[in-house]
T-cell receptor
Framework: DAKTTQPPSMDCAEGRAANLPCNHS???????VYWYRQIHSQGPQYIIHGLKNNETNEMASLIITEDRKSSTLILPHATLRDTAVYYC???????????FGKGTRLSVIA | DAGVTQSPTHLIKTRGQHVTLRCSPISGHKSVSWYQQVLGQGPQFIFQYYEKEERGRGNFPDRFSARQFPNYSSELNVNALLLGDSALYLCASSGGRALRGNTIYFGEGSWLTVV
């Protein structure tokens, strides 16, 4: 079973920031938080990952709480192309199979 | 650089037939994993291979098998196809070293329809 809990769906206005929450209260000390997204009919796309510090790349920012029990993925200026299912996953390394939950279906609205 | 490539992209098979799906990992990646995604669900882990050795297996019947070749490419084989095997089959690759935080990258998948 997935170790994460995400809301099933969210809406966001185009151009606004999309903040996607994830709870992972049973995360272990050696587990990272990974975010992937899946646009309809395509393979999952890696977005970002982090251990305990906040991370930022060209796609998004990842904010992890100090106790590491939850995190938020931030898409700073959502576009229609960001409409997808977003998966939050905890995993210890790239050698560990990823356990996907149902994710959050983000709809960006014009 | 090429990402993870999979073939074929779409195929239709009849119940009872056999199917072989192929995957080439990102150059330099030694670990390949296979996932099955049925409509409306998240991907489910099937197999992981590293350096041609099976390193993990999900909860799938023995009709599912896989192998990894010396060039790190991989095949997923499914025998005696059932209607319920209709799904998107995803291949993923990673560096394979036991580095914490290593990233897994997915291909676009192979859509299998069993009729």
């Amino acid at each position: 079973d997935a170790k994460t809990t995400q809301p099933p769906s969210m809406d966001c206005a185009e151009g606004r920031a999309a903040n996607l929450p994830c709870n992972h209260s049973t995360i272990s000390g050696n587990e990272y938080v990974y975010w992937y997204r899946q646009i309809h009919s395509q393979g999952p796309q890696y977005i970002i990952h982090g251990l305990k510090n906040n991370e930022t790349n060209e796609m998004a920012s990842l904010i992890i709480t100090e106790d590491r029990k939850s995190s938020t993925l931030i898409l700073p200026h959502a576009t229609l192309r960001d409409t997808a299912v977003y998966y939050c996953i905890v995993s210890s390394s790239g050698n560990t199979p990823l356990v996907f939950g149902k994710g959050t279906r983000l709809s960006v609205i014009a | 650089d090429a990402g993870v490539t999979q073939s074929p992209t779409h195929l239709i098979k009849t119940r009872g037939q056999h199917v072989t799906l192929r995957c080439s990992p990102i150059s330099g990646h030694k670990s390949v994993s296979w996932y099955q995604q049925v409509l409306g669900q998240g991907p489910q882990f099937i197999f992981q291979y590293y350096e041609k050795e099976e390193r993990g297996r999900g909860n799938f019947p023995d009709r599912f098998s896989a192998r990894q070749f010396p060039n790190y490419s991989s095949e997923l084989n499914v025998n005696a196809l059932l209607l319920g095997d209709s799904a998107l089959y995803l291949c993923a690759s990673s560096g394979g070293r036991a580095l914490r935080g290593n990233t897994i990258y997915f291909g676009e998948g192979s859509w299998l329809t069993v009729v």
